[in-house]
């Protein structure tokens, strides 16, 4: 039985340079995220024998996070992870992330950049880990994500555009900048959910469809499915398709490219507005190692699709919306065959966005 994996090293995917020291985020000679390399040279008979993908910690912090249901709409899959603790995938990621934050037990504050969800998330884990949080967060946050943020106890700071956002928190040297655009233990708390789908599914799905802003969750499920086949319980691993808002695509041009119904940029999609990427390379690589591709989504595809979504009970936020919108596109268009077996992923809770129902009711 596999609880944890081991890991052994932390690696830059483009340089190749490598440390044992595992607190180290960011490459030290050409500035790249760093990956963590776990040790999954382990032998194991099945996957019901894997427990999780997550590394070894000496303390972990849970609010009750992953283990989210996967629910069939028409044809296809969703997995429900607007059903996570506060309401976003997120929540998989801040969970590892104030794990290894409490683990080296030298940091009070923590400092993150987030279009909401994120910042949400982290709030959320600090608190009920004694850490404090301080969040930037792009000064047209909806005002709902912004009174979450307050009431999970997070100091909140106004900061521009979503990029001024970014700019300001890794200037702040008062605390330990945890940036889940950076951080490698965000992308290895994701990983469970390719796990979860395996077993949920009870085979590997042909399609997985994912939103892109940072690459967390991408990354996450491509590092998730690749571990599984190193440690021999997986033959093939799924093609990730990639999808994003009209007008904030960092994708286009670099994979191969289908935008739908794109004419203006989204008002809408405000989880995916993020356009300094600095894991871009290695999206780019996971979506063409897996023979993948990008959707992008115009905002009436958006909004045709959060309403079959709540009209089918699912209470999705608008950038998941895109997920449903490229996988109807996918069926549409034929490039997904019949016996093919999709699965979406409905990343955050449209019950922070009352607000904005208006636009589908
Ligand atoms: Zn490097």
């Given at each position: 039985?596999?609880?944890?994996?081991?890991?052994?090293?932390?690696?830059?995917?483009?340089?190749?340079?490598?440390?044992?020291?595992?607190?180290?985020?960011?490459?030290?000679?050409?500035?790249?995220?760093?990956?963590?390399?776990?040790?999954?040279?382990?032998?194991?008979?099945?996957?019901?024998?894997?427990?999780?993908?997550?590394?070894?910690?000496?303390?972990?912090?849970?609010l009750?996070?992953?283990?989210?249901?996967?629910?069939?709409?028409?044809?296809?899959?969703?997995?429900?992870?607007?059903?996570?603790?506060?309401?976003?995938?997120?929540?998989?990621?801040?969970?590892?992330?104030?794990?290894?934050?409490?683990?080296?037990?030298?940091?009070?504050?923590?400092?993150?950049?987030?279009?909401?969800?994120?910042?949400?998330?982290?709030?959320?884990?600090?608190?009920?880990?004694?850490?404090?949080?301080?969040?930037?967060?792009?000064?047209?946050?909806?005002?709902?994500?912004?009174?979450?943020?307050?009431?999970?106890?997070?100091d909140?700071?106004?900061?521009?555009?979503?990029n001024?956002?970014?700019?300001?928190?890794?200037?702040?040297?008062?605390?330990?900048?945890?940036?889940?655009?950076?951080?490698?233990?965000?992308?290895?708390?994701?990983?469970?959910?390719?796990?979860?789908?395996?077993?949920?599914?009870?085979?590997?799905?042909?399609?997985?469809?994912?939103?892109?802003?940072?690459?967390?969750?991408?990354?996450?499920?491509?590092?998730?499915?690749?571990?599984?086949?190193?440690?021999?319980?997986?033959?093939?691993?799924?093609?990730?398709?990639?999808v994003?808002?009209?007008?904030?695509?960092?994708?286009?041009?670099?994979?191969?490219?289908?935008?739908?119904?794109?004419?203006?940029?989204?008002?809408?999609?405000?989880?995916?507005?993020?356009?300094?990427?600095?894991?871009?390379?290695?999206?780019?690589?996971?979506?063409?190692?897996?023979?993948?591709?990008?959707?992008?989504?115009?905002?009436?595809?958006?909004?045709?699709?959060?309403?079959?979504?709540?009209?089918?009970?699912?209470?999705?936020?608008?950038s998941?919306?895109?997920?449903?919108?490229?996988?109807?596109?996918?069926r549409?268009?034929?490039?997904?065959?019949?016996?093919?077996?999709?699965?979406?992923?409905?990343?955050?809770?449209?019950l922070?966005?009352?607000?904005?129902?208006?636009?589908?009711?």
């Amino acid at each position: 039985m596999i609880q944890y994996l081991k890991p052994i090293l932390v690696k830059c995917p483009r340089c190749g340079f490598s440390s044992s020291d595992l607190n180290i985020f960011e490459c030290p000679r050409c500035g790249e995220p760093l990956l963590i390399i776990n040790n999954t040279e382990v032998k194991v008979s099945s996957i019901a024998k894997v427990r999780s993908l997550k590394p070894y910690l000496t303390k972990y912090v849970s609010l009750g996070e992953g283990l989210t249901p996967i629910i069939k709409l028409g044809s296809d899959f969703l997995k429900l992870e607007n059903l996570n603790p506060t309401g976003s995938f997120k929540d998989r990621g801040a969970s590892l992330a104030i794990s290894h934050v409490v683990s080296m037990s030298k940091y009070g504050i923590v400092i993150e950049d987030s279009s909401g969800n994120a910042g949400i998330s982290v709030a959320a884990y600090a608190s009920y880990s004694g850490i404090k949080a301080r969040i930037y967060v792009p000064s047209d946050i909806p005002r709902g994500k912004y009174l979450l943020l307050r009431a999970l106890g997070a100091d909140v700071i106004l900061a521009g555009t979503r990029n001024d956002a970014h700019k300001a928190a890794i200037s702040d040297k008062d605390g330990l900048y945890i940036g889940h655009v950076i951080n490698p233990y965000f992308i290895e708390g994701m990983k469970d959910i390719a796990l979860e789908a395996v077993k949920q599914l009870g085979t590997v799905p042909s399609y997985v469809v994912t939103p892109v802003a940072s690459g967390t969750l991408i990354l996450g499920l491509w590092k998730g499915f690749k571990e599984l086949r190193e440690l021999g319980v997986l033959e093939k691993v799924p093609r990730l398709i990639a999808v994003q808002a009209c007008g904030y695509s960092t994708l286009k041009d670099k994979v191969e490219t289908i935008e739908v119904k794109c004419t203006e940029k989204s008002r809408l999609a405000d989880a995916l507005r993020l356009t300094i990427v600095p894991r871009i390379n290695q999206i780019v690589n996971a979506i063409k190692e897996t023979e993948g591709l990008c959707l992008i989504i115009g905002d009436d595809e958006l909004l045709n699709s959060l309403r079959t979504l709540w009209r089918a009970g699912i209470t999705a936020e608008p950038s998941s919306a895109v997920t449903y919108a490229a996988m109807r596109y996918l069926r549409e268009c034929s490039l997904v065959k019949n016996g093919d077996i999709v699965l979406g992923i409905i990343t955050g809770s449209g019950l922070k966005y009352v607000d904005r129902l208006e636009l589908i009711v």
